[in-house]
C-alpha cells in the first residue's frame, strides 16, 4: 500500500487503492485504519482520500545514515544522473535477490532500458556486485540455499562461473554487463559498503547497451569521482 502512494504520488481513494492492489475493500479499509491510528497517513472526510504523513518520512529518515558512512545518497545520486546522463539506481540485497529501492533518472533518452525491481542474487550483476563484499565461503553457502530453493523449477547455480564474474569485479573495483540478466541494458556497478547494517547496497548506473558499452570508461570515470568526493 505505501508503496503504491509512492507510485501514484498523489491522494488516494480507499476504492482506488483497492483496486489498485486487489485487495477485498474491507481489507483495505482495515489497513488504511491502522495506517491513521499509526499516524503515517492522514484521511480528508471532504474528499474521501488518503495521504501519508511527514511521520513516514521522520521514520525511516535513519536508514540512510545507517547504510552509507558520509554524505547522501540522493545527493550522490543525483550528482551521478547529471555527470552521466543515465539513469541510476540503487538496491539492496533481500535474502536471495537484489531489489530496487530508489531510481534517478538521467538527462538522455532512456532507450529500451527498463530495470526490473527484484533481479536474482547469483543471476544479476546488481547481485554479483553485492557479492564482491562478501567472504568466498559466505557466497558459497549462499549459492548453496539458491540452488536447494530453485531444485523444484531445475535452477542450480554455476557456482566456479559466478565466482569468476565476482573476482573480476572485485579486481576492476565495480560490475559490468551487457544484456545480463535484460536484453538491451548495459550496466555499470559500485557496492557501497554499509555503515551499521550488513546489508550490501548496489549502485547502479543503466541504458542502452550500445551506449553504455561506448561510454563505460567515462562513466566509471564520473562516478568514481563522485564517490571519492562523498567519501571523503
Not at 483497492?18 to 503515517?40: C, D, T
Not at 537484489?98 to 532507450?111: F, W, Y
Not at 535484460?182 to 550488513?198: D, H, M, S
Amino acid at each position: 500500500m505505501l508503496e503504491l502512494f509512492h507510485v501514484e504520488r498523489k491522494a488516494l481513494t480507499a476504492t482506488g487503492i483497492a483496486r489498485s492492489l486487489k485487495y477485498p475493500a474491507s481489507s483495505a479499509v482495515a489497513l488504511l485504519k491502522s495506517l491513521i491510528n499509526r499516524g503515517y497517513l492522514s484521511y480528508d472526510p471532504a474528499e474521501r482520500t488518503y495521504f501519508p504523513t511527514v511521520q513516514l518520512s521522520l521514520m525511516t529518515h535513519w536508514l540512510e545514515d545507517s547504510f552509507y558512512s558520509e554524505g547522501h545518497l540522493l545527493d550522490l545520486m543525483d550528482e551521478i544522473a547529471k555527470a552521466t546522463g543515465e539513469n541510476v539506481y540503487l538496491s539492496w540485497q533481500n535474502d536471495l535477490e537484489m531489489q530496487i529501492a530508489l531510481a534517478k533518472s538521467g538527462t538522455r533518452e532512456a532507450g529500451p532500458v527498463a530495470i526490473e525491481p527484484r533481479l536474482p542474487l547469483f543471476d544479476s550483476v546488481s547481485g554479483l556486485t553485492a557479492l564482491t563484499l562478501k567472504r568466498d565461503v559466505e557466497i558459497a553457502q549462499l549459492a548453496e540455499r539458491a540452488s536447494a530453493l530453485g531444485k523444484a523449477s531445475g535452477t542450480k547455480i554455476d557456482l566456479p562461473t559466478a565466482m569468476e564474474r565476482i573476482r573480476s569485479f572485485r579486481a576492476q573495483g565495480y560490475g559490468l554487463g551487457y544484456d545480463y540478466p535484460q536484453v538491451g541494458v548495459g550496466l555499470l556497478a559500485w557496492a557501497l559498503r554499509p555503515k551499521t547494517v550488513n546489508r550490501p547496497l548496489v549502485l547502479l548506473i543503466a541504458g542502452p547497451t550500445e551506449r553504455v558499452r561506448a561510454d563505460a570508461k567515462s562513466i566509471s570515470v564520473a562516478v568514481q569521482a563522485a564517490l571519492r568526493r562523498q567519501t571523503p
